[in-house]
């Protein structure tokens, strides 16, 4: 027999194998959805168009419960506002597991405050939450050093003289100093070549997790993995950014003062001398890296996105930006800065960030979820380890909530007397136990670089608003806004 046959057949067993190997043997009884195929799943259910499109279509037929199979593995997913909220805060404790997203699984691995389960996520998170408000979060400290970068910004932009720019990294460089200064305790310069490169690297490896492939690799990652394909560029990415911390952390060792914590890391440090007799501690090396990279790739990366496709929205439909910016005339003025405060003043401002965030659609298929116990949902028995998809997408675009979910319209978070009206839909954060740990943060950036940057520029695109595509660039684990060019003109 020819080698070249000889080698096919042996993948071929391989790839059998593989799948066959990492099968469930559930038991219980989960929701309906489609027949899988053996080793496949539910793979010839899929669009093109991507997972969201995929489950959007197979909801029609099973309801918003229902059962897909992603290669081998039988995963559920929640769809529309109340099945959502039903799991994620009715039973909140049952639904706080984390699943992995495959394409990173192999740097994050187990560690860290986002990917890991049980005991080491509780010590991380409580640890973190604790520490974040410490250096920021809630307190007065955060929003000077937002002032203090939206400062800086509006310099940069002035510099432009009103040609057009691709925001995309002054976006980046603006929320990933927030959370420098709270991780590193320190900011970086807009110029700043090592800050840059770990920009690059993140919306890369952002881009690169929502592409068409990586949902692919979702079906078969455990025969993918070794093949060459965007996996691996993911894997030498995140491994950059880590190599960047780690000599970041030792530094912080070098120059520790236990009597004077400068930020997350040394604070982090304290932690584990504290507890080095314990062998059972959380607070390793490990977990110290991994943790600080989450909060870098977060922190950066979701409210620089949702910025970016605000900012589109604003060339899409200048009247918005023109309501305002006469909101901002009239609340603030033009000398001094905004500030936290004048957030419950400023009700169509307020609307307008929130229909920005509905309608950007950051994380559409959520982070996954699972079970941590045999959990009965809805008549439906999920096995312990249950993968769930929380589709934050549906909720985003709950007809029953928003009137017109498809469609960019501020007026969908403004009650008839134009006071800002609340939505149980509105979970850009997620919900419950797992819900985002920096969105205090987030909300706060986002009023303030908003309102700072309209205070102070109109803008314009070298596109005519009525040929502006908002087709996202990327959509799957996350959303990405297309590139684009915009001119920022001095008030």
């Known amino acids: 027999m020819e080698p070249s046959v000889l080698l096919l057949l042996a993948l071929l067993v391989g790839f059998v194998l593989l799948l066959v190997r990492g099968y469930p043997k559930s038991h219980g009884h989960l929701p309906p959805g489609p027949r899988p195929l053996p080793l496949l799943g539910n793979l010839l259910q899929m669009d093109r168009g991507g997972l969201l499109k995929s489950f959007m279509r197979i909801r029609e037929k099973y309801g918003d419960v229902f059962t897909v199979h992603l290669g081998s593995r039988p995963v559920v997913m929640l769809y529309g506002t109340e099945a959502i909220r039903e799991a994620l805060v009715d039973q909140a404790e049952a639904f706080s597991g984390r699943a992995t997203v495959a394409v990173v699984k192999p740097v994050f691995k187990d560690y860290g405050v986002i990917f890991s389960n049980g005991e080491r996520w509780k010590a991380l998170r409580r640890f973190s939450l604790a520490t974040m408000r410490d250096f920021g979060m809630g307190k007065r400290s955060v929003e000077e050093r937002i002032q203090e970068e939206a400062q800086c910004l509006v310099e940069e932009f002035r510099k432009s003289q009103g040609a057009p720019l691709d925001p995309t990294f002054l976006f980046q460089c603006i929320t990933a100093n927030i959370i420098c200064s709270i991780v590193f305790g320190e900011r970086f310069d807009y110029k700043d ?276 595509d908002l087709s996202p660039k990327e959509s799957g684990f996350g959303t990405v806004p297309p590139k684009y060019q915009i001119c920022f003109l001095a008030r």
Not at 257 to 285: A, C, V, W
Not at 428 to 455: D, H, V, W, Y
């Open 193 to 468: 070549r090592q800050f840059l490169r770990l920009l690059e690297l993140i919306y890369q490896t952002f881009s690169l997790t929502s592409s068409f492939s990586s949902q692919v690799f979702e079906f078969f990652a455990g025969f993918l993995k070794y093949f060459p394909g965007i996996h691996r560029q993911v894997f030498r990415n995140m491994q950059e950014v880590l190599n960047y911390i780690g000599q970041s952390v030792k530094k912080h060792q070098a120059t520790l003062d236990p009597s004077h914590p400068r930020d997350f890391i040394d604070t982090y440090l304290l932690r584990m001398e504290k507890e080095k007799s314990n062998q059972h501690t959380e607070f390793h090396h490990e977990n110290l890296l991994i943790s600080v990279l989450s909060l870098f790739f977060a922190g950066t990366e979701t409210s620089s996105t949702t910025l970016r496709y605000g900012f589109l929205l604003m060339l899409k439909y200048p009247h918005v930006a023109e309501k305002v910016q006469k909101e901002i005339d009239q609340v603030i003025g033009s000398h001094r800065l905004p500030t936290l405060e004048d957030r419950t003043k400023m009700p169509y401002t307020d609307a307008v960030i929130h229909e920005i965030q509905r309608f950007s659609d950051l994380i559409p298929i959520g982070v996954p979820h699972k079970v941590n116990k045999d959990t009965l949902f809805r008549g439906f028995l999920l096995p312990k380890n249950t993968e769930v998809y929380p589709i934050l997408s549906s909720a985003l675009h709950d007809p029953q909530y928003f009137e017109q979910p498809d469609t960019f319209n501020p007026d969908h978070f403004l009650d008839a007397k134009g006071a800002l009206k609340k939505s149980e839909a509105f979970m850009p954060f997620s919900l419950g136990k797992r819900m985002c740990l920096g969105e205090g943060i987030a909300r706060n950036e986002l009023f303030l670089f908003f309102t700072t940057i309209l205070q102070n520029f109109s803008v314009s695109s070298p596109v005519a608003p009525k040929d502006i």
